[in-house]
């Protein structure tokens, strides 16, 4: 199975402000209803895990998943709902990122610290970069790698062939104190990142060279009291640009210009860490809730293996 992307051309959405760019007229106004289905409900596809993490799909809709605390493989659930092991030897993988070049793309945390590829046809793992303390990532079409570093209030980017630099650092007043969740907007633009510590999702511009620029604190999120953070974590968007933040109170949607949507409620009362559209024509949601993977079928369709290349300005 590959992670190859799909050739399909979404266009640019996004974004108010210094990201203005013109909305579709159905991006106006994006209740919940527009995404969710009357009498679908979240199912369990997968249990018996200790802590599921790093969802992330490839071009067919298979969804990958690994157990942070306790395994040592990537697994996949198919399309067809079959559960199998596709790479052995891969403890403490957290973030996940189908790449342009039909590899994985992991984060490796703990005494790792690393963000290493797996090409699962040929069997092999390639070392991206080392003495990192990477929590998620994606890949963009072009082949640069964006992943969060918590511990550092970093985010840092990894160019084609290069090495890691810190692409944006957070100050004591300003920036995402504890990044952790990161995804892109369909055109590939635009790069969203959660804050754990915090109440926004913040965005920043991607530049033809890989450079980010024009940082914003672009999402509110809701938060179980005004003196708590929403500990936004795992993230993903959809193919007309909502953004979807697994958070204390909830899986939270947002429009593409940052508005509220809602909050669809979690599955169970343990914590949700990870988001990702995958399945049969990517329109099933899916989330990392402690020892299970659930899903549950929406009206939304995803783009994590669907994003063209950026155009070049």
């Known amino acids: 199975m590959s992670c190859s992307l799909i050739r399909l051309w979404l266009p640019g959405l996004l974004i108010v402000s210094s990201f203005a760019a013109s909305l579709p007229l159905e991006a106006q106004d994006m209740p919940l209803t527009q995404v969710l289905i009357d009498g679908e409900d979240w199912q369990s596809v997968s249990k018996g895990h200790r802590f599921t993490d790093g969802l992330t799909t490839d071009s067919e809709g298979n969804l990958y998943f690994a157990d942070v605390a306790a395994g040592t493989t990537i697994n996949r659930i198919g399309i067809d709902g079959k559960l199998i092991a596709v790479a052995n030897d891969a403890p403490r993988i957290s973030g996940m990122h189908c790449g342009p070049d039909g590899r994985i793309y992991a984060c490796q945390g703990g005494s790792y610290g690393r963000i290493v590829a797996f090409d699962l046809q040929a069997g092999k793992m390639e070392v991206i970069a080392e003495n990192v303390k990477p929590?998620?990532?994606?890949?963009?079409?072009?082949?640069?790698?964006?992943?969060?570093?918590?511990?550092?209030?970093?985010?840092?980017?990894?160019?084609?062939?290069?090495?890691?630099?810190?692409?944006?650092?957070?100050?004591?007043?300003?920036?995402?104190?504890?990044?952790?969740?990161?995804?892109?907007?369909?055109?590939?633009?635009?790069?969203?990142?959660?804050?754990?510590?915090?109440?926004?999702?913040?965005?920043?511009?991607?530049?033809?060279?890989?450079?980010?620029?024009?940082?914003?604190?672009?999402?509110?999120?809701?938060?179980?009291?005004?003196?708590?953070?929403?500990?936004?974590?795992?993230?993903?968007?959809?193919?007309?640009?909502?953004?979807?933040?697994?958070?204390?109170?909830?899986?939270?949607?947002?429009?593409?210009?940052?508005?509220?949507?809602?909050?669809?409620?979690?599955?169970?009362?343990?914590?949700?860490?990870?988001?990702?559209?995958?399945?049969?024509?990517?329109?099933?949601?899916?989330?990392?809730?402690?020892?299970?993977?659930?899903?549950?079928?929406?009206?939304?369709?995803?783009?994590?293996?669907?994003?063209?290349?950026?155009?070049?300005?």
């Open 135 to 313: 929590n998620d990532l994606v890949v963009t079409s072009d082949g640069h790698v964006y992943f969060t570093e918590t511990a550092k209030m970093q985010v840092s980017h990894i160019p084609p062939g290069g090495k890691v630099q810190a692409a944006d650092v957070a100050s004591k007043t300003d920036g995402a104190q504890r990044p952790n969740g990161i995804a892109l907007t369909p055109d590939g633009g635009t790069l969203a990142v959660s804050d754990y510590g915090g109440r926004h999702t913040w965005v920043w511009r991607i530049a033809k060279d890989g450079s980010l620029g024009l940082r914003q604190s672009y999402i509110t999120l809701r938060t179980p009291s005004p003196d708590l953070p929403s500990k936004g974590d795992g993230m993903t968007t959809d193919a007309v640009g909502r953004y979807y933040v697994t958070s204390a109170v909830g899986l939270q949607m947002f429009d593409p210009t940052g508005r509220m949507g809602g909050v669809i409620a979690a599955p169970t009362n343990k914590p949700i860490v990870s988001v990702a559209f995958a399945g049969a024509g990517h329109q099933y949601l899916y989330v990392a809730a402690g020892d299970e993977i659930f899903r549950r079928k929406t009206k939304a369709s995803g783009v994590e293996a669907v994003r063209p290349k950026r155009k070049a300005k």
